[in-house]
């Protein structure tokens, strides 16, 4: 007897699971995720939320759909979020409930600290951060344990991510989760203020589910519209940058190509000693990340520079090699292509008025010496992930580093 696909009497637009790791010192601050969570779902009935919320007391499981929460169930031992296992289990459970629900599209929101291609979800009663490459891994190990256990509905997935968490629009994580079937990428190049990114993207994503420009241009614009408001501090939005960026394979595969080309011609450089001075002149005129004021000087994201920024600051020095300047030109380009949305800020007052002109997509790891090539190894490790491999990184790493 063949399975039946369940026909829900009202289906939604949007599935959207919010894992949550409040255990930590954000607990306060990205709570307010799951109040727009609430006030989002009684204004538009099309979506519905999938929740995990843990903080230091405890995890609770349940979902929030036309304002009211339904089916919770809470554990007085806290889920350790930083287990790869854990957010398997959130995703099958998501996709489960988007199954039931008729979603046309599931996303989830990763709402914690985040650390680029270090990874994120710190759990601190657990001492644990979930590495970058394991993230998206565990995505598809959810796809995975949701198909396994519903094979009518075997062909959903996880259509997008929402990184509610600090640096993680990286060319790293962008190409993991193509790799593990994602289609879509929602996060800042930079650090973020919490609570970060708002509930209201679940607006934009159900508004347009079969326009995926209108719905990147949709969540970036909630992103960097919201306001937050500090005593002492004032007004401000949660992102000094934000991007949407689609993950399509075939994308994804021109890009990691381009890349590693030039990380070639960077590695066939290292016994010129002029080209290898302008490299690394190109490099240190890009700005990386955490651009602000009280900064420490150990932070391994001042390494995390805007791509498209580096490879055309490359592309346009005429003291290097033609070859190498074209393959700059081509990553750029690649990059580029990723990119459906973004908007960066001229000056973001919370940042001492940084300026971010160049944020436009993702980053990607550029040291310029050597303690900024992984500074906090092993226990978060920007260079442990399938991308820095396949694009040869560390061969381009070890001239211009």
Known sequence: M????????????????????????????????????????AKDGSIQFSVENTDGRGTQRYTIADGSVGGARADRIPDDMASPDNLASFVARTLDSAEKSGAKQTWIDLVDHGAGDGGGLEADTYGGVMPMQKIADAIAQGEAMHAKEHPEDAQRNVDGVVANQCLMSTLGFADALSHDGVRFLAASPETMVSPGVPSTVAEAIARNTGDANALAKGIVKDVMHARYGVPGIGSFSPAAAFDVLD???????????????????????????????ALRSDTKSVQGMVRFPDATPDMPWHADRPAIALYDTIASDGRLDQRLRDDAKTAAGAVSSLVLAHAESRSFAPFGGSNYRDAAGPTVHAPVNAKQIDPWAPRVSETDNRFFDATDAARAERVIA
Do not use: C, W
């Open 247 to 277: 993950l399509n394979s075939s994308k994804i595969a021109a890009m990691e190509h381009a890349v590693k080309s030039l990380n070639d011609d960077i590695a066939q450089t290292s016994g010129n000693r002029a080209e290898v001075a």
């Open 2 to 41: 063949q399975p039946t696909t369940l026909t829900p009497a009202h289906p939604r637009n949007l599935e959207f699971g919010i894992y949550r790791d409040g255990d930590n010192n954000l607990d306060a601050s990205q709570a307010a995720v799951l109040t727009q969570a609430r006030d989002v779902s």
